[in-house]
């Protein structure tokens, strides 16, 4: 056993972590089902310990009433274990040791909340746009060199940036040399001959003034004794340069942008806050933060703006804090981890969150294993739990754990692994909790209402090759989301209306009945998403009718009224290709997810073409 522990941890981070899991499970099953010098892994409650039912641990599929040999491979039989809900009380019990091996770790579920009350944000360092400019020339001509080559180089004020070669410089300044030489030789002359050389040499200044020669440049040409060839171009302010927007040998003319550069002494932080949160954050409020690639620092702000829009599919609101940055540490790019002490310190309210690394996933399914302790012994029991969007490395929980449970964090797959080997209910196998629709008001039904119209009257209109229809009908659903989105809500709504939104768009801006179809496929899957979380508003039963010969082969569905086909796909040429299968009645939800078409099965005999 001594000698097994360090090749195990060998394969452990060797392997990805799906086959380590495996990998572990199953040795750990060895031990545990076969002695091994390991305490056995039993259920937890000891008057399960005589299972009834048998099963093979390389083929979990085999079952039979009593000990035995597997038919395939020939291993002795293991009994069968299920873990159940915490009400059940039952649950895999793992030893140190086995807990040890597996590298299994536990974590409290808790909230967002510090001590006095607070908010967690991501972000990222970026340039502070009031500090970038733009070096532009102030003539036209050919760049000869520049002498910033490479992005990232620091420019002082007043620093040459590039030399460029003008034909109108050379010649303005060939007739400034003439315009002296001119005032030289009448110097002894009458009146009337030195006023017109000296308005000559006086014009002749303007002019290359108008060009943009400054006046310390002007100087220096009026001393020299042939007009020049190059120019130099000098930078009016000083920074970083952030983009190189010229080539050598090129030619540009007056205002043409040569480089971008900004001023890092000072850079904006910014974060991205949800929707839910924006109540909770204000101008003024005290962040902490830490930047990754600054270790062991933390460095405090005010939060200086919040964005007055919010972006339309991610749903957040950039968050500003500006900080000093003498030293030139913090680089833009650079992301951040910011705690915003919001005015609510009532944790009931903040969501609660767990580590990304506890979470399992099965399709739309999110499973979590759960630690129970009980007559001295620890159990792990699993439990379908419903998450929010990632946020960095954790996620929020919007139903199925409390606060203060403790959780696998590390090593859940493995006790997953081990759950399927042994027969028992694991992330393949558990039943998910069945979700409640959320109960909607009147107007919330009757706004859902008009979005599924709108989105039928698209459908009927390419059943029956109507383009301006079809469009037409992409502008109003556009118009009933906006509707929707501008009273309450359902919960859940920004998330699931935002594809809507995009692929109206997409339908919106078609020209040919092509591009509104492969829009159309896509919309079609958010409205079942719609149909799926929100059930059918409309008083008049639906149905789901799908295609394989639509999007190219791979197949795809679509909503309809009635039981007729309509093909939205092929329209009147192909109007009754196709199939019903399913029907969402009123106020009834969606039985099945919307699954992608490359993913739908091909159509049974008997499919009507």
């Given at each position: 056993m001594k000698d097994l522990m360090p090749r195990l941890n060998a394969?452990?981070?060797?392997?990805?972590?799906?086959?380590?899991?495996?990998?572990?499970?199953?040795?750990?099953?060895?031990?545990?089902?076969?002695?091994?010098?390991?305490?056995?892994?039993?259920?937890?409650?000891?008057?399960?310990?005589?299972?009834?039912?048998?099963?093979?641990?390389?083929?979990?599929?085999?079952?039979?009433?009593?000990?035995?040999?597997?038919?395939?491979?020939?291993?002795?039989?293991?009994?069968?274990?299920?873990?159940?809900?915490?009400?059940?009380?039952?649950?895999?019990?793992?030893?140190?040791?086995?807990?040890?091996?597996?590298?299994?770790?536990?974590?409290?579920?808790?909230?967002?909340?510090?001590?006095?009350?607070?908010?967690?944000?991501?972000?990222?360092?970026?340039?502070?746009?009031?500090?970038?400019?733009?070096?532009?020339?102030?003539?036209?001509?050919?760049?000869?060199?520049?002498?910033?080559?490479?992005?990232?180089?620091r420019v002082a004020a007043g620093q040459v940036v590039a030399t460029l070669y003008s034909p109108e410089v050379y010649a303005a300044h060939q007739d400034l040399l003439t315009a002296l030489a001119q005032q030289r030789q009448l110097a002894e002359s009458p009146e009337a001959s030195r006023s017109a050389a000296g308005a000559a040499l006086d014009a002749a200044r303007d002019r290359l003034r108008l060009l943009g020669v400054p006046d310390d440049e002007l100087r220096d040409m009026e001393a020299a004794q042939a007009p020049t060839r190059q120019v130099r171009i000098r930078a009016p302010v000083g920074g970083t340069v952030l983009q190189r927007m010229a080539t050598e040998g090129a030619y540009v003319g007056t205002g043409a942008v040569l480089y971008r550069v900004a001023d890092l002494s000072r850079v904006w932080v910014q974060l991205d806050a949800y929707e839910a949160d924006l109540s909770r954050v204000a101008v003024g409020q005290p962040v902490t933060m830490t930047i990754q690639g600054i270790d062991g620092e933390t460095l405090e702000g005010v939060v200086s703006f919040i964005d007055p829009t919010l972006d339309p599919i991610r749903r957040i609101a950039r968050v500003r804090v500006e900080l000093p940055n003498p030293a030139g540490r913090l680089r833009p790019g650079m992301f951040a981890e910011a705690f915003v002490a919001t005015q609510q310190a009532d944790a009931s309210a903040d969501p609660l969150l767990i580590p990304a690394s506890a979470a399992l996933f099965t399709g739309l399914r999110s499973l979590v294993y759960v630690e129970q302790q009980a007559a001295g012994r620890r159990s792990y029991l699993p439990r379908v739990v419903r998450l929010g969007d990632r946020q960095g490395d954790l996620y929020p929980v919007l139903s199925g754990l409390k606060a203060g449970e403790r959780i696998v964090s590390r090593g859940a797959f493995s006790l997953d692994a081990d759950l399927q080997i042994r027969g028992g209910a694991s992330m393949m196998t558990l039943d998910p909790e069945p979700a409640a629709a959320p109960a909607l008001s009147p107007q919330q039904r009757s706004d859902l209402g008009a979005v599924l119209k709108a989105y039928l009257r698209i459908q009927q209109a390419l059943a029956t090759d109507d383009l301006a229809e079809a469009v037409s009908g992409a502008q109003a659903l556009g118009e009933a989301l906006d509707r929707a989105q501008a009273q309450a809500p359902p919960e859940g709504w920004e998330m699931r209306a935002a594809p809507v939104i995009a692929h109206a768009r997409h339908i919106g801006m078609a020209t040919s009945l092509v591009g509104a179809r492969e829009g159309f496929v896509a919309l079609s899957g958010a409205i079942e998403g719609l149909l799926q979380h929100y059930g059918n508003p409309l008083d008049e039963a639906l149905s789901v009718a799908f295609c394989p010969m639509a999007s190219d082969g791979a197949g795809a569905r679509w909503v309809q009224q009635g039981e007729a086909i309509q093909n939205a796909y092929f329209g009147p040429d192909m109007g009754s290709c196709g199939e019903l299968q399913e029907s969402v009645d009123p106020g009834a939800r969606l039985a099945q997810p919307a699954i992608p078409p490359s993913k739908r099965p091909a159509a049974p005999a008997g499919h009507v073409h």
């Open positions: 394969l452990a981070l060797g392997w990805p972590g799906r086959v380590a899991g495996l990998l572990l499970a199953f040795l750990l099953g060895a031990l545990l089902f076969r002695g091994g010098g390991v305490p056995e892994t039993t259920q937890a409650d000891p008057e399960q310990a005589s299972a009834e039912l048998w099963t093979c641990a390389m083929h979990p599929q085999i079952r039979q009433d009593g000990p035995g040999s597997c038919p395939i491979c020939g291993m002795d039989l293991v009994p069968v274990v299920a873990a159940s809900s915490s009400d059940g009380g039952a649950g895999l019990v793992w030893s140190d040791e086995a807990r040890a091996l597996a590298g299994l770790q536990t974590t409290v579920v808790g909230s967002s909340l510090g001590e006095s009350g607070g908010l967690r944000l991501l972000g990222r360092v970026e340039v502070d746009e009031r500090r970038e400019r733009s070096l532009t020339t102030w003539i036209s001509g050919r760049i000869d060199r520049l002498h910033l080559s490479v992005t990232g180089a």
